[in-house]
Every structure is written in structure tokens, then in C-alpha cells.
């Protein structure tokens, strides 16, 4: 069996999308059980000292520091499409390149717990 | 709010990347946060892969029960699925103001990725293609016979969707095992046949007064098609046996005494594990090979074994090109014919042996046990 793997938006054109990357698990209070759809995880922040640009992401009573990588090799976002009824090929699925991620902000230090800014709807479970 | 997952653009992957010192953003969930397992994360191991792929160049091979492997162009790849232990949150392109405007810059999560794809460049599997081509093998007067099915022959797209292979690379196996496209179909032409055609050739040019060095290719098809012979097959045998010189307004083509050589030596001793007395070969493969033809037993490299059986020395056809491909399986029938080799008789045996990553010296290391009793003594190799 053969899979085409097609690619309409060609060299130029690639979306580029992102990554936020954490150690560990982000967590709902167990009253939001399922529903985190457009529930909001924290607040991304950037500084800067001397050489470098630093993030910060607070989650919950959490506070995450970490800093931009752009990936040695880049990612590609694949789409599985189902073949639609009646089509040409008999194949059940075909593959789509829908964007690129050449970057990701990676937070890998230990969280620092913010005792005077509890918040009430995430909390974050350290590792 | 439910989107057309075709077009998602409204992530903040972009204001996400460029946020700047003293700023901030909000990072959410996306209305449609969820497993979408239809989305997998590919990991390109190179520019010139990433090229293929965002041309479109790339197919993924493989039958049910194989493992799949991603082929461009020219080369293969495993493809390996490795997790992660961390949190690593996808976020789309676009604009997540334009679809639910708030006061605050916002970046939505899609999707929490559980790992990603990797490629590892692979050989290509290429044994099973001879399996599939010995099924039928091709005889000139197949014609004739009433079997006319297409079962057990394949096209080139049959054998696309069954060989985990580039273009490149299948083209290439094709080569090595002499086939030819006849009706559409790739064949491998039956050795009986083979020998017919080329002796056809070879009397022609006596009659005819051809010179080897130069048969004009369209007076070779046409005397051989008024003998009955399928002008694609005379060809084949042309290509198979010869190398063609392009030269002014013929196409001439220049036979190989090698090639024809190893062919009658073939002839003689049959099919791998034929063999016989030394002496007896020479003589039966002078008889054979055409008068002037220089022939010597170092053409016939990677092709005979010889054995000491009590005071003679005896022959036996034992053709590299009818080995596994796949250095386990390679190494197995070798050291299943032999158990231990010096390193000049396994060497023609082994060197066509090709695994992205390792080296020859490699995989002889991985593969078998080298004994040398001194620093004169040549090695000895047996299995591990």
C-alpha cells in the first residue's frame, strides 16, 4: 500500500506553529473535570537580562522560568485525512503537511511555588 | 466553536514566537482543545528531507503486517513513534483575537503531544522483490502457452505498493537482478532463455561477421526478430551482457567478455551447489566460451567456491547475487555453507553489504568472530 504524502503549502509557505514545552502536568481542579475547553492555563512573560531573554510562565500558585529553543530538527504537523466515499485511490487514509515547528519555549527548572497569589481555577502538579 | 480543523488559524503561534521583553500573553485551551489524534508530529532529520517532504516528493510504504517506512526520492527511513514524559502543548498558527476578541494578546493549546515520529535512514528491503519476481519467470515462448492470467506478475506500481523502497532504490534492485518491463510487467527472464538469446548472438555474429565490440543494435533485432525472438527481450540481453556506445547515427554496443564468461561458467556447473572436478570445468568452459574470449578463474570472483576433496580440487557455483540481501540473513547462509572462511574468500561475499550507519569493518565485528594466531597468519572468520 502506498500513502502520498502531500504538501499544499509548499516551501515558502509552511504555517509555522508552536510548542510550549513543560516538565510534568498540568492539572484542572477536579470540579472542571473535562470541560477545559478555552479554560486558561497561565500567563506567559518575557524579560530580558543582559545576554539573554527569559520566560516565565505562571501556572496556577506556580512559576515556571525557562527560555526559546529552535529545534537542531525541525517538526512537521501531519494531518490523517479519511479518504472520502467514492474516491480514486483505495486507500482508507492520506497524509498532509499542515505546518512546520522550527521553535518551542522549553520550561525545564524546577517550578518556584508563589505563596501570596494563590489562584482558584489550575493548579499545577509538580513532578 | 467548532472550525473546519482544515484551516485551524487561530493558535497565536506567532505572537507566541515573538513575544518581546516587559511583554506578556495569555495561554489557554483552545475552544477545541482535545486528543486530535488524527494530528502526528514528524521529525525531519535533515534539509534535504524536509525539501522532498514540503514538495510532496514523499510516500509511506508497506503492507499490513510490515512496519511502515517513509520513502522520498531516493532513500528509506524507519519510522520510529517516540514519547515524551513531558507536557509538550501544540500551538497552532493565527490570529485567536480575530475568532473571540478579548482585551488581552491570547495563545491557545490545540493539543497536548504525546511524542513524535522519528525517521531512521534504513537499507531498503529489496529481498522480497526476487521472491516476487521468481513466481513467474519469464520464457520466450510464453506467448504461446495458454496461461495467459496476470497472476503472479507485477507492475511497477503492483510492486510499489508491496516493496519498501524509494523510486531510486527499487529501480536500482530491479537492475541488480537483470529484470525487464515486458507488457508492463517487471519479469526476470529464465535462465534457459537467457543462455538461448545469447547464443543466438553470439553464432549471429560469427555468421554475420559481426564484431563483439560493436554490434550495430538495430541489425542485431532485426535478424533476431526474423528468427522469432521479441525484439525488448534481444535488447534486454544487449543491456545485460553489453554497454552501449553511442556512436554517430547507430547505437553500437559492446559485449562484455566478463559477463559472458561468468555466464557459460554458470552454465556449466548448473545452479548454486552444482560442482565438479576442477580440470573438468576448465575444460567444458573453454569449449563453451567464444574462441579468442581471454577467460580467467579470477572473473568468476564471488561467483565459485572451491574445495580440496581428498588430492583434487573440486568447483561449485555459489553466486553472491543469489544471497540475502540483509547482512543476518547474508551471514547466516554463508557460515551455514562454511564455517569458517579466510578473509580473501569471504571478502567478494560481503562487500556489496550496505547499512546506513555501520560500517563493512562494523559489520564484520557484529557479525562474526575473527581469529588470527599471529600477526603472518591470515584471519579467520566464523559465526558468532
Redesign the interface.
Known amino acids: 500500500m502506498e500513502i502520498k504524502v502531500k504538501c499544499n503549502c509548499g516551501v515558502e509557505n509552511c504555517s509555522e506553529w508552536a510548542i510550549l514545552e513543560l516538565q510534568g502536568v498540568v492539572e484542572s481542579q477536579p470540579s472542571i473535570a473535562n470541560q477545559i475547553q478555552g479554560l486558561e492555563i497561565g500567563r506567559l512573560c518575557c524579560s530580558s537580562s543582559s545576554s539573554q531573554v527569559n520566560y516565565t510562565f505562571t501556572v496556577g500558585y506556580h512559576e515556571l522560568s525557562g527560555t526559546k529553543v529552535s529545534l537542531k530538527k525541525p517538526l512537521l504537523v501531519l494531518k490523517k485525512n479519511k479518504q472520502e466515499e467514492g474516491s480514486v485511490s483505495n486507500n482508507e487514509v492520506d497524509l498532509e503537511v499542515i505546518g512546520i515547528i522550527r521553535h518551542k519555549i522549553l520550561f525545564k527548572n524546577r517550578p518556584k511555588a508563589i505563596i501570596s497569589r494563590p489562584q482558584v481555577k489550575d493548579k499545577k502538579a509538580s513532578d | 466553536m467548532a472550525t473546519n480543523?482544515?484551516d485551524?488559524?487561530d493558535?497565536g503561534?506567532?505572537s507566541?514566537?515573538t513575544?518581546?521583553?516587559?511583554?506578556?500573553?495569555?495561554?489557554?485551551?483552545?475552544?477545541?482543545?482535545?486528543p486530535h489524534s488524527?494530528?502526528?508530529?514528524?521529525?525531519?532529520?535533515?534539509d534535504s528531507v524536509?525539501?522532498d517532504?514540503?514538495?510532496?516528493r514523499?510516500?509511506?510504504?508497506?503492507?499490513?503486517d510490515e512496519d511502515a517506512v517513509?520513502c522520498t526520492p531516493s532513500s528509506t527511513y524507519a519510522m520510529k513513534f517516540v514519547g515524551t514524559?513531558?507536557?509538550?502543548?501544540?500551538?497552532?498558527?493565527g490570529n485567536p483575537n480575530l475568532s473571540d476578541p478579548q482585551p488581552n494578546p491570547l495563545?491557545s493549546?490545540l493539543k497536548l503531544?504525546p511524542g513524535?515520529v522519528e525517521l531512521v535512514l534504513t537499507a531498503p528491503r529489496l529481498d522480497k522483490l526476487r521472491f516476487l519476481l521468481m513466481q513467474r519467470l519469464y520464457k520466450i515462448d510464453e506467448e504461446d502457452e495458454e496461461d495467459c492470467s496476470s497472476e503472479g506478475l507485477y507492475t511497477w506500481h503492483d510492486l510499489?505498493?508491496s516493496i519498501q523502497a524509494s523510486d531510486e532504490e527499487l529501480r536500482e534492485g530491479l537492475k541488480f537482478l537483470s529484470a525487464v518491463e515486458i507488457n508492463g510487467f517487471w519479469r526476470i527472464v529464465h535462465p534457459k532463455s537467457v543462455n538461448m538469446i545469447l547464443t543466438m548472438v553470439l553464432t549471429n555474429s560469427v555468421l554475420h561477421d559481426w564484431s563483439l565490440d560493436a554490434l550495430v543494435e538495430e541489425e542485431v533485432l532485426s535478424v533476431l526478430e526474423s528468427d522469432g525472438f521479441n525484439t525488448t527481450i534481444v535488447k534486454h540481453c544487449l543491456e545485460t551482457f553489453g554497454t552501449k556506445n553511442e556512436n554517430d547515427n547507430s547505437k553500437l554496443w559492446g559485449l562484455d567478455k566478463k559477463r559472458i564468461a561468468v555466464h557459460f561458467a554458470k552454465q556449466v556447473l548448473g545452479s548454486n551447489g552444482g560442482k565438479m572436478r576442477l580440470e573438468i570445468f576448465i575444460e567444458k568452459w573453454m569449449r563453451n566460451v567464444q574462441k579468442g574470449t581471454p577467460f580467467d578463474l579470477n572473473m568468476l570472483e564471488g561467483e565459485v567456491l572451491y574445495e580440496t576433496i581428498g588430492a583434487e580440487t573440486w568447483i561449485k557455483a555459489f553466486s553472491v547475487a543469489d544471497l540475502p540481501l540483509t547482512p543476518d540473513a547474508r551471514f547466516s547462509v554463508l557460515f551455514k555453507e562454511r564455517a569458517k572462511w579466510a578473509w580473501k574468500d569471504l571478502e567478494p561475499y560481503v562487500r556489496d553489504l550496505r547499512v546506513p550507519g555501520i560500517s563493512s569493518e562494523g559489520l564484520l565485528i557484529k557479525y562474526t568472530r575473527r581469529v588470527q594466531p599471529n600477526a603472518d597468519a591470515e584471519p579467520i572468520f566464523s559465526a558468532r
Open positions: 480543523k482544515g485551524i488559524n493558535g503561534a506567532e507566541f514566537l513575544l518581546g521583553p516587559d511583554n506578556s500573553v495569555t495561554v489557554r485551551y483552545h475552544p477545541d482543545f482535545g488524527d494530528l502526528i508530529l514528524l521529525e525531519v532529520p535533515d524536509l525539501n517532504l514540503l514538495r510532496g514523499v510516500t509511506i510504504r508497506g503492507q499490513f517513509l514524559s513531558n507536557s509538550v502543548f501544540l500551538i497552532p498558527p495563545v493549546v503531544a513524535n510499489i505498493c
